[in-house]
């Protein structure tokens, strides 16, 4: 499948029941729920990374990372692996059971792998918790895809013991995978075994990272020969705890890791991405309505607009055809901005307390 034709398709709009066909114990506190249509109509395709908002029948309304990747074929159903750590998750935990319907939107998310450059640099992933779940998306997609199957990876994971190793195996049964697997215990069990479960006793320092990263590595992008780059020229993606991803992306600019390619996204215990602002008033300046958003919905400028009745343009609703792009005029959002000062309102959510949006 082509990657320029996959973005976006089959989207749908607003919500779409899907219904619950495999539940999945992974240990710890831990299950996988894997979903799939109700009618004939085919799941949107979606990049690594990125999440899936759910609506639960109690009308809670959570944000699920999507942990698996199907390669570049048609997805036949979406897995979601959640920790018990709150009451949506708890009710997915204890209510949820096989040929359960939830309401979906399509899979959405700007903190996505990134294959589209003409030379790929080395990836470095670095996941805490239940952080694992869009990471190890992108590790498969990183070694499937076409242009990422030459270029080197480093996979960094900190877990308490390991009691908490969740997608470990999975990640043993890859095939041909490029990446380098680094794990960090901060308490090892007497059972854990050094060099086999666990690299290093204790958390990501910057002297540990600067020897794991080293100063140069070796990469191959054309496949004619060997060519080195330095350990500057990689790409980095977290997820974890809002500390955690403080700390990893305060090393990595220590160790000179230019800030376009730090990507980053922080969850909550349960294992839904969280921001930093609660609720927002967005204005619409052409139709002059306005609404009301909350971090616990979850839904993009495009979304909040078609909640009161808009019908904005779109198109494939990631961030890739720029169909839905519009004028911030008072306010700053995160996520979809441009270099001509427009927002992708598919991908844009609000920073500011109050926005307004030229639609």
């Known amino acids: 499948m082509d990657d320029t034709e996959n973005k976006g398709k089959n989207a749908w709009k607003g919500w779409r029941d899907l219904r619950v066909s495999r539940i999945v114990s992974e240990g710890n506190g831990i299950k996988s729920f894997f979903l799939c249509p109700t009618d004939d109509r085919e ?3 979606y990049l690594p990374g990125q999440f899936l908002t759910v609506r639960l029948p109690t009308g809670q309304v959570r944000s699920w990372s999507i942990s ?13 692996s959640i920790k018990e750590a709150g009451i949506a998750s708890a009710w997915m935990f204890n209510d949820c059971t096989i040929g359960t319907i939830l309401s979906a939107r399509s899979p959405a998310g700007r903190f996505v792998l990134d294959w589209s450059q003409p030379v790929i640099p080395r990836q470095i992933y670095l996941s805490a918790g239940i952080g694992i779940t869009p990471i190890f998306a992108m590790i498969k997609a990183h070694a499937d895809h076409p ?4 270029v080197p990876g480093i996979w960094i994971h900190v877990t308490k013991d390991g009691g908490n190793m969740q997608l470990q195996d999975e990640f043993l049964r890859i095939d041909n995978n490029p990446t380098k697997r680094v794990v960090f215990m901060t308490q090892p069990r007497d059972i854990d075994v050094y060099e086999r479960q666990y690299s290093i006793s204790g958390r990501p320092t910057l002297e540990s990272l600067t020897q794991i990263l080293g100063e140069t590595y070796q990469i191959n992008p054309f496949g004619t020969a060997e060519m080195d780059l330095p350990a500057t020229f990689s790409a980095a993606y977290i997820c974890g705890p809002k500390g955690f991803e403080i700390d990893m992306r305060s090393i990595l600019t220590s160790l000179k890791i230019p800030p376009f390619f730090i990507h980053s996204e922080s969850f909550s215990s349960s294992g839904h991405a969280i921001g930093d602002l609660e609720k927002a008033s967005v204005h ?3 139709s002059n309505k306005t609404a009301k958003w909350e971090k616990e919905k979850s839904m993009s400028l495009l979304e909040l607009a078609e909640s009161v009745g808009l019908s904005p343009d779109y198109g ?3 961030g890739a055809c720029r169909s839905c792009a519009a004028k911030v005029t008072c306010g700053s959002v995160s996520g979809g ?3 001509d000062g427009s927002v992708l309102t598919c991908s844009a959510i609000p ?8 639609l």
């Open 351 to 358: 920073s500011s307390d109050v926005v307004e949006v030229e």
């Open 43 to 45: 799941l949107s395709w």
């Open 337 to 339: 901005v441009q270099m």
């Open 68 to 80: 698996d990747w199907p390669g570049r074929t048609q997805p036949k159903l979406y897995r979601l």
């Open 147 to 150: 242009n990422m199957r030459s």
């Open 316 to 318: 494939c609703r990631v």
């Open 284 to 286: 619409f300046t052409k």
